[in-house]
């Protein structure tokens, strides 16, 4: 299952921010990043993200 990593926009951590499906299509991609744009590092940084900022590293 692919991950699409995402920058902590604080202190730089790379985490895995969503989980897709290696089935799904770019569009469910495009919907599911839109769809919850909040998430936190392990530090407990709260950051905003767009599809622009997640990387798929899988």
């Known amino acids: 299952m692919p991950t699409l990593m995402i920058k902590c926009k604080t202190c730089g951590e790379v985490f895995g921010g969503l989980y897709v499906d290696e ?8 919907s599911a990043t839109n769809t919850n744009t909040l998430h936190m590092c392990s530090r407990g940084h709260n950051n905003e993200y767009v599809l622009e900022d997640y990387m798929d590293w899988s």
């Open 23 to 30: 089935d799904s299509n770019p569009k469910l991609r495009v």
